[in-house]
């Protein structure tokens, strides 16, 4: 047998071959983008992007044009009941979230959002253009408060309990009541009426769980009674010019890495009434080599989440540069 050292061995491989490029191709760290959900904005939020990134003030100004009103205004002074407002809060994390990332210059290798954070990442992978981006933002927190006021509903986190057993008790109440949110091992979020989600309660606290805390929100948020919603914004949807985008986006409704616009619209229009399904998310994004994960926008709350699913895991969270 003939023996080579390294560096014989290399210069006889070809060029595509050679143990550097196989090392490097080993060893390239896949960097996610993951963008959240409403209930962490504060005031003055993105106000740094405007003052010192041009393109951001641009951006924000042309969200104003869109909205038809100084969204500026409220994420820079307002107060915390002015954020709450429907028409300012979900429009408000996906400006935040979107410029924030854009002014980064950074191309990720996968996006995700949790809920609403899902239009940021879509926008931010090149699927949706900022301004079609936002012009959905809008009209899903109109139809959503629409809803809302059509059917009382609300929100409970489930901490201590198997996913499957939550199921379970969920399917045995004779009430509209689902599985909304399966944040991280450990945490499910129920969401329907509001009798059916404390009888929930009541029985998963019986059967184990270590606390069961309905939320202070305005509604059952994917639930079947955010139907009439999401047939409002289907259309929307429909009529959008979505594009292939220039990185996966693990998505909501399945936790699969889609490309495919077609797929992509389907499972955002399935959104507003199905699970978000966060914990399968991040075991994908994983188990498909994503090594570092950056959560844009305002709050900590994925990088806590993330943590839950894999403590080992690289996240950071970034609300200014």
Not at 209 to 221: E, I, N, S, T, Y
Not at 246 to 263: E, G, R, S, W
Request: with cysteine; hydrophobic share 45%.
């Amino acid at each position: 047998m003939v023996r080579m050292n390294k560096a014989e061995f290399v210069s006889a491989l070809p060029r595509r071959e050679k143990v550097q490029d196989i090392e490097q191709k080993n060893t390239k760290m896949k960097h996610a983008y993951v963008f959240p959900g409403q209930g962490a904005q504060f005031s003055g939020m993105g106000k740094d992007l405007y003052d010192n990134v041009p393109q951001a003030k641009e951006m924000f100004e042309k969200a104003n044009e869109i909205l038809g009103f100084r969204i500026t205004d409220i994420m820079f002074e307002g107060s915390a009941d002015e954020l709450k407002q429907t028409k300012v809060t979900q429009p408000a994390v996906f400006l935040h979230s979107v410029i924030l990332a854009k002014s980064l210059g950074v191309e990720p290798d996968a996006v995700a959002g949790h809920s609403l954070g899902e239009f940021s990442a879509l926008v931010v992978s090149g699927a949706l253009s900022f301004e079609d981006g936002l012009r959905l933002v809008s009209k899903r927190a109109m139809a959503m408060q629409a809803a809302c006021e059509a059917q009382a509903g609300t929100m409970a986190a489930i901490l201590g309990l198997d996913d499957a057993v939550v199921e379970q008790v969920c399917a045995e109440i004779d009430g509209v009541v689902v599985p909304a949110n399966h944040n991280c091992p450990g945490q499910l979020v129920i969401s329907g009426a509001v009798d059916a989600v404390n009888e929930a309660c009541e029985k998963l606290k019986a059967a184990g769980a270590r606390r069961a805390l309905v939320l202070p929100v305005g509604g059952a948020f994917h639930s079947p009674l955010m139907e009439p919603a999401r047939k409002e914004l289907a259309q929307a949807i429909e009529e959008a010019p979505f594009r292939a985008p220039a990185c996966p986006i693990y998505q909501n409704v399945d936790a699969k890495p889609q490309t495919d616009p077609a797929v992509i619209k389907e499972n955002l229009i399935a959104q507003l009434t199905a699970p978000v399904r966060w914990t399968q998310i991040v075991k994908n994004m994983l188990a498909d080599g994503v090594d570092e994960f950056t959560e844009l926008g305002p709050g900590t709350v994925l990088q806590g989440l993330i943590k839950k699913v894999d403590a080992d895991a690289a996240v950071e969270s970034k609300a200014s540069l």
